[in-house]
C-alpha cells in the first residue's frame, strides 16, 4: 500500500515536469506569439492553462513567421456565440459605444428688436375765433372799422403765424334778426367776404381761405331783446352781429 502511494507520487512528479517542460518548450519557440486578450469570465474562449505574464484568450501563434498565422485569432470555445464576444478577439461584434453627442450649438443672438413705429401725425387742430361785428363793422355795413382791422391782426393774424401746416381759414359771416332773411344773407356773406380780402392782404393764401354767410338763422342762445326803441334793439342784438373764423392745421407750434 505505501508503494502505490510513493509510486503515484512519482508518477505525479514525472507528469509535472513534463508539463512543465511543454510549456517551456511552446514559450521558447522562435517566433511565439502568445494571446494578451483578457479571459472572459463566460468562457466563449479557449484560456491559457498555464501561467504567463499574458494570461488569457488563447490566440494563434506565429511560428517562425509562418504565412496566414499572424498571433491574432481567438480560439472559440464549441458553445461560442456572438453575444461572447470581446473587444480583443471581435471586435465587429462587440456593441460600440454610442457616439458622443456634437457639442452644443451656441444660441444664436435674438433677432433685432423691430424700429419703433412712426408716431402718428398729430390730428389737425381746429380753432375758432368769434370776431364781434360790432368792432369790425358799422350797424349795416360790410367796410371794415380800423378798430376791426387791428382785432383782425391780434386775433387771427397772430395765431395763423403759429401754425405749421395751414390746411383751412374758414370766414363765416353772420347778423341779427333786424331785416328779412334774403338781405341779411346777402350782408352776412359781404362782410365774410371783407375779413378774407382783409387776410390775403396780410399773406394768408387765398385759396385756403372759405367764406359762408348764415345770414340771421344762428342767433346765440340766451339773447333775448323786446326793446321798442331802435337804437336800443340795435344795441342788444350787437352779440348777434359777428364774423366766425375757424383755423384749422396740421399742427401748432409751441
Not at 513567421?65 to 478577439?89: H, K, V
Request: charged share 20%.
Amino acid at each position: 500500500m505505501t508503494r502505490r502511494l510513493v509510486s503515484g507520487a512519482v508518477a505525479g512528479l514525472v507528469a509535472a515536469a513534463f508539463a512543465g517542460g511543454a510549456v517551456d518548450a511552446v514559450a521558447q519557440t522562435k517566433g511565439y506569439v502568445p494571446g494578451t486578450a483578457p479571459c472572459p469570465a463566460n468562457g466563449g474562449y479557449v484560456c491559457n492553462a498555464y501561467p504567463t505574464p499574458t494570461d488569457g484568450v488563447v490566440k494563434s501563434a506565429a511560428y517562425n513567421s509562418t504565412a496566414g498565422l499572424s498571433g491574432n485569432l481567438c480560439y472559440r470555445t464549441g458553445y461560442w456565440t456572438p453575444a461572447m464576444a470581446i473587444e480583443q478577439c471581435d471586435p465587429d461584434l462587440v456593441p460600440k459605444p454610442p457616439a458622443p453627442p456634437p457639442p452644443a450649438q451656441p444660441a444664436p443672438p435674438p433677432p433685432p428688436a423691430p424700429a419703433p413705429a412712426p408716431a402718428p401725425a398729430p390730428a389737425p387742430q381746429v380753432q375758432k375765433i368769434t370776431l364781434a361785428s360790432k368792432a369790425l363793422f358799422d350797424f349795416d355795413k360790410a367796410v371794415l372799422k380800423p378798430e376791426g382791422k387791428a382785432a383782425i391782426d391780434s386775433e387771427i393774424i397772430s395765431k395763423l403765424n403759429q401754425v405749421q401746416k395751414l390746411e383751412l381759414v374758414l370766414v363765416t359771416g353772420h347778423t341779427d334778426p333786424i331785416g328779412t332773411q334774403q338781405y341779411n344773407q346777402k350782408l352776412s356773406e359781404r362782410r365774410a367776404d371783407a375779413v378774407r380780402d382783409y387776410l390775403v392782404s396780410k399773406g394768408v393764401p387765398r385759396d385756403k381761405i372759405e367764406t359762408l354767410g348764415m345770414g340771421k338763422t344762428q342767433p346765440i342762445p340766451g339773447v333775448v331783446c323786446k326793446q321798442k326803441n331802435m337804437k336800443e334793439l340795435i344795441a342788444c342784438y350787437a352779440p348777434l352781429r359777428r364774423v366766425e373764423v375757424e383755423v384749422k392745421g396740421e399742427a401748432t407750434r409751441r
